[in-house]
């Protein structure tokens, strides 16, 4: 029975590390899933806000020209066209094809509206399409005029999807977008939509429902060619993200899409959504996707890194606990082989077949924790049998050793730069002063035992940050620095350079770093040197570093010269966009 169990232990030892790396990933991946999610739909929110914004503002253009015929009863067209020069409408407003007025005018009145601006004009105005109605919605002027001549006097109420939304805009009171529309004045017949406020001829500021259509004196209004109005929404309001949400925008009562924004090849991830905003009155439809640029600007999955690594630590402990059952096996056939030979060994070999019956009972607890049994295993077995194993397999088992401790060491780092990333900081005002004072403190034996002086120039000012990572950060930085140096008389000098934002900076005058390797220090589990020297280490300190400096909205890069120092610089917050 206890022979097989100990044939048995390598697998099982295998299936639990495989299990716990199995798991390990998964919530890896379910926590990179809720992540990359949330990134997602904050961008869709503000696509979704950025243009409700940009019609809100379209709506107080709107209302400033209603307040215009409120100062007077007879607004001339001279006067709209200086109102909308005044408030720098093509500048102001990208995406309005224009702004105009439009009233109401009876088939009995017909005649003597157009002859009226005729005469002021002096234009060749008329009202069209030609042809009778009981009313018309005549457009009686539009700025600018150049590229929207074709839509003066155009009769919008001789068309449903116009008509409703004017009634509407006059029987409620309130800015009222219509249905999809093709503009009279667009030559390449995109879609379009238009824009209503009414206007009274009142002196109360909100007329009440039932005087609306007596007092109802015409609209003010602005004409939409969907893709000039989108594109303005993109080149401003949604500069930094157009490159990273595909959209189709579409209205919900009409087949066609209005507007597609699709800067590349879409992904076909489970991320795409379709969300309603209601804008005055009217409900669009928006199918959101990610792009090719979203994915590579997210953080990187490293589920399948921490399942790799986990496989890998189980099969370094599969092949030590294999080792340590072969090599019991062997030495219990060499004692039963002596015992015929050799009598007085007999004493010896029964103590050590209890000893390996003892060892077998530890291994079987330890193994519940493999991360620390394969290190036990090996020491073990280094301690109590070295007599009997050649040197080459001391030197095995101690390099197994060795091994584990680094591999427990890398997974350990692994996980730590994994949740680094997802901790929420606790950000307030900290004294880095006080922070520094502290981190020097604790490293006051070694840096004296190096012989390594540190000098800091001025008192460190205070910065918004999470202390506990800021402690972390400069830790590295000065461990490194003392470290890496082979100068007779090691040298630290920490401080910061003045400006909007600070920089500081931990400079050395030790080994430097050449200029090829500036972006390779950062990299995870990345050692210039080999790993026993300067002191060994996992070669994750600076990644750690660096990712706690970018989770601060800052940045971290080195100035180096070879042979005379390396000088680290970082910020907390302000560079975000940099």
């Known amino acids: 029975m206890r022979e097989t169990l100990f044939r048995a232990t390598p697998w099982l030892v295998f299936a639990a590390v495989a299990v716990l790396a199995i798991v390990a990933s998964r919530i890896e991946r379910a926590s990179y899933d809720r992540d990359i999610g949330l990134l997602f739909k904050n961008h869709t929110r503000r696509v979704e806000s950025a243009i409700q914004q940009r019609m809100g503002s379209?709506?107080?253009?709107?209302?400033?020209?209603?307040?215009?015929?409120?100062?007077?009863?007879?607004?001339?067209?001279?006067?709209?066209?200086?109102f909308v020069r005044a408030i720098r409408l093509v500048e102001r407003y990208p995406g309005v094809n224009g702004l105009g007025y439009a009233v109401a005018v009876s088939h009995r009145k017909r005649d003597e509206f157009v002859a009226s601006i005729r005469k002021v004009s002096g234009s060749k105005y008329d009202i069209t399409p030609s042809?009778?109605?009981?009313?018309?919605?005549?457009?009686?002027?539009?700025?600018?005029i150049e590229s929207n001549r074709p839509a003066l006097g155009f009769d919008m109420g001789s068309e449903s999807t116009r008509r409703t939304a004017m009634d509407a805009a006059r029987d409620r009171g309130v800015p009222v977008l219509s249905g999809q529309v093709v503009l009279v004045q667009d030559?390449?017949?995109?879609?379009?939509?238009?824009?209503?406020?009414?206007?009274?001829?009142?002196d109360q500021p909100v007329v009440p429902a039932a005087d609306r259509r007596r007092v109802h004196r015409g609209w003010v209004y602005a004409p939409f060619i969907a893709e000039d109005f989108f594109r303005g929404v993109l080149a401003q309001d949604l500069a930094q993200l157009r490159a990273d949400v595909s959209f189709v925008i579409r209205d919900a009562e009409a087949d066609e899409s209005m507007y597609a924004h699709v800067p590349d090849k879409r992904s076909a991830d489970g991320l795409s959504s379709t969300s309603e905003i209601d804008l005055y009155g009217r409900v669009w439809n928006i199918e959101f996707a990610p792009t090719l640029a979203f994915w590579r600007k997210s953080p990187r999955r490293t589920d399948t890194l921490l399942l790799t690594a986990g496989l890998l630590l189980g099969a370094a402990l599969f092949f030590a606990v294999f080792v340590l059952g072969a090599t019991r096996r062997r030495a219990l056939a060499l004692a039963t082989e002596m015992t015929s030979e050799l009598n007085a060994q007999t004493t010896a070999l029964r103590r050590s077949n209890e000893e390996l019956d003892s060892f077998?009972?530890?291994?079987?607890?330890?193994?519940?924790?493999?991360?620390?049994?394969?290190?036990?295993?090996?020491?073990?077995?280094?301690?109590?049998?070295?007599?009997?194993?050649?040197?080459?397999?001391?030197?095995?088992l101690e390099t197994i050793?060795?091994?584990?401790?680094?591999?427990?060491?890398?997974?350990?780092?692994?996980l730590y730069f994994s949740k680094v990333g997802r901790t929420e900081l606790g950000i307030r005002p900290v004294d880095l002063d006080k922070v520094l004072t502290g981190v020097l403190e604790t490293l006051e034996i070694r840096l004296e035992e190096k012989g390594t002086a540190v000098h800091v120039p001025r008192p460190l000012p205070v910065v918004t940050c999470d202390m506990a990572r800021v402690v972390e950060i400069f830790s590295n930085l000065v461990t490194n620095a003392m470290k890496y140096n082979d100068k007779v008389n090691p040298q630290i000098e920490i401080g910061f350079i003045d400006g909007a934002v600070p920089q500081f900076y931990v400079k050395d005058n030790g080994i430097g770093i050449p200029e090829s390797h500036h972006e390779a220090v950062f990299r995870i589990f990345k050692r210039l040197h080999k790993q026993d020297a300067f002191d060994g280490g996992t070669g994750a300190g600076l990644t750690i570093a660096k990712k706690i400096v970018e989770r601060h909205n800052g940045r971290m890069w080195i100035e180096s010269i070879v042979s005379e120092g390396t000088t680290f610089y970082f910020t907390l917050g302000g560079e975000s966009d940099a």
């Open 360 to 396: 077998a009972h530890i291994a079987s607890h330890d193994l519940k924790e493999p991360l620390r049994g394969m290190h036990n295993y090996a020491n073990f077995v280094v301690e109590d049998y070295a007599e009997l194993l050649p040197e080459s397999g001391v030197s095995m």
């Open 58 to 82: 379209y709506v107080d253009a709107h209302y400033s020209g209603v307040g215009l015929f409120a100062a007077s009863d007879n607004v001339t067209e001279d006067e709209w066209r200086n």
């Open 401 to 414: 050793a060795a091994m584990a401790t680094r591999m427990t060491a890398l997974i350990d780092r692994l």
């Open 131 to 144: 042809g009778e109605r009981d009313d018309y919605y005549a457009i009686k002027f539009i700025e600018p």
């Open 187 to 202: 030559a390449a017949k995109t879609p379009g939509f238009l824009l209503y406020v009414p206007v009274y001829d009142s």
